[in-house]
């Protein structure tokens, strides 16, 4: 947990405002992908050499015949989004089999390379056709940076890269690679029994991901990945090695260096790179959200920046009461909050890691008694964004407002929906009641709901049961019914059937042609 810079009250990771003084937290982020990117990256240190393949020739980067245009542009091209065919020969060689996956940057596909008795190759695709020139050639950039990257390094559990060419005629560059057989770790766990994996299994895969990050944080300057989750890691089916793959947002960093780009996966990505700051022990806190989420099940991306703060949530053995007492404390160290409170290097988490799985072989580790929940908190609906805050907070942590103090004598809020666009007199429904149901009467079938849009309704577009409003506290929800015609909030979001959405004051809600004004008070 931080605390408020204006008056020092704990706030959580996620708290955009305290809720206890109301003062704005400058390190708050609540999407769903961290990106905070300054004017240009600047690579510190040497450019790495690029490492040779087994015949000893380097890495290949060629361009069709032809071709004066340099690599990583596009010479303003757009290249076309169009996927391959099995068939497809690339750069004369490598002839595609299927695709097999698909990231940030285009498509992945199983290869046969023809010049080496069709050996598999897995071929990166970089396309990105909804990009104007400039992000364009931005990401081509970061493609090359990538592949020069990868070219760099020799670990058993990084994929050996063996090519890097572009396509002139479809403006598409490509990225060569060991194809491994295995799925990846988010895979696994979806396929297993219960959404769990054992512990000692998790431990080896643990200590084998730990070992490669230490190879990257020692390189001169430090390679940070900075997207480590479950996804991100795959089990080699020949070696049995986990691998790390997608090294599309990794970077050198040099030591003391601010205000890198930051990019990552909300619920892994550590709380500095909220604020553009990543180090080696960034890389530590993804590995310890990466365990939590394969030992409970529990996906990190559901409560993004509160699954951590053990006050709010439960602990991991809380969750899954077969896990030992020590790798409960290994976990929990490494996704502390602030960095220096984790493990200093992912050498002395491998190390850890290696001394617990000993432990585990011998049965030396201990299971004792769960620790018991936190007191819950008690949380409320913030009568203007609608979000669940702690009953306790002055302030919504989201949008700030003061929220009435409990015991005070205040009046419950009440709500009224106006019929927009009618020359009717009586076309305001007042909201006293717990629940409503909103539709057109039908006495043959005997519905009759009790706000009746039918003589606002000529074309019959409303459904019999179209949506039901209903308060929670001093909050209003609108879910639609599974309505014919569709409940539209604010002419821009239609709601899924059955998905509550929080109404806010001045909302509009078109049920079929029939449009209501919400209002509070």
């Not at 063996?162 to 560059?173: I, L, N």
């Not at 149901?437 to 039918?454: A, C, E, H, K, M």
């Amino acid at each position: 947990m931080s605390r408020c810079l204006q008056c020092g009250a704990p706030v959580a990771p996620d708290d955009r405002f305290c809720g206890n003084c109301g003062a704005a937290q400058p390190n708050s982020m609540a999407n769903a992908t961290i990106s905070v990117s300054p004017p240009s990256l600047v690579v510190s240190g040497p450019e790495p050499h690029k490492r040779t393949d087994a015949k000893g020739d380097a890495p290949r980067k060629t361009r069709p015949e032809g071709s004066d245009r340099p690599l990583g542009t596009t010479g303003g091209r757009r290249p076309l989004n169009k996927p391959l065919e099995p068939g497809t020969l690339l750069n004369q060689r490598y002839e595609i089999v299927r695709r097999i996956g698909g990231g940030g940057m285009g498509a992945v596909y199983l290869a046969k390379d023809r010049n080496l008795g069709d050996a598999p190759r897995a071929v990166k695709e970089m396309i990105q056709t909804q990009l104007d020139e400039l992000q364009q050639e931005k990401a081509i950039n970061d493609f090359r940076r990538e592949s020069m990257l990868l070219a760099s390094l020799e670990h058993p559990s990084i994929p050996t890269i063996y090519d890097y060419f572009y396509d002139q005629t479809a403006g598409r560059f490509y990225l060569v690679m060991k194809y491994i057989s295995g799925g990846d770790l988010l895979s696994r766990l979806r396929s297993t029994p219960g959404g769990r994996i054992e512990e000692r299994l998790v431990t080896e895969w643990a200590i084998q991901i730990a070992d490669v990050l230490d190879y990257l944080h020692g390189r001169q300057p430090p390679i940070i990945y900075r997207d480590l989750k479950p996804a991100n890691v795959m089990i080699d089916g020949a070696s049995g090695r986990v691998m790390l793959i997608d090294f599309g947002i990794a970077r050198w960093v040099a030591p003391q260096e601010k205000g890198v780009t930051a990019v990552g996966t909300m619920g892994y990505a550590p709380p500095e790179l909220f604020g553009g700051k990543v180090e080696p022990r960034s890389d530590i806190y993804s590995l310890g959200a990466t365990m939590f989420h394969l030992l409970t099940g529990t996906d990190p991306q559901e409560k993004p920046l509160l699954v951590f703060d053990w006050t709010k949530n439960p602990r991991p053995r809380q969750i899954n009461p077969a896990l030992s007492e020590e790798i409960e404390r290994i976990v929990m160290r490494a996704v502390e909050y602030q960095p220096e409170d984790r493990y200093r290097s992912a050498a002395e988490m491998r190390d850890v890691l290696i001394n617990h799985l000993e432990k585990l072989r011998v049965g030396a580790v201990s299971y004792g008694p769960a620790i018991a929940a936190q007191a819950a908190v008690e949380l409320v609906y913030c009568g203007f964004c609608g979000n669940r805050i702690a009953a306790e907070d002055l302030f919504c942590v989201y949008c700030g407002a003061r929220q009435p103090i409990v015991g005070a004598p205040a009046n419950r809020a009440t709500a009224k929906l106006i019929v927009i666009g009618t020359t009717e007199l009586d076309a305001m429904f007042e909201l006293s009641k717990e629940s409503y149901l909103v539709g057109r009467s039908d006495p043959q079938s005997n519905i009759f709901p009790d706000i009746d849009l039918s003589r606002f309704d000529p074309r019959t577009k409303v459904s019999r049961r179209h949506a039901r409003i209903w308060r929670e506290g001093d909050t209003y929800l609108v879910e639609d019914l599974g309505s014919f015609n569709g409940t539209i909030i604010n002419e821009s979001i239609r709601l899924a059937p059955h998905q509550p959405r929080v109404l806010v004051n001045g909302d509009k809600l078109r049920l079929g042609e029939t449009t209501l004004h919400f209002l509070l008070g």
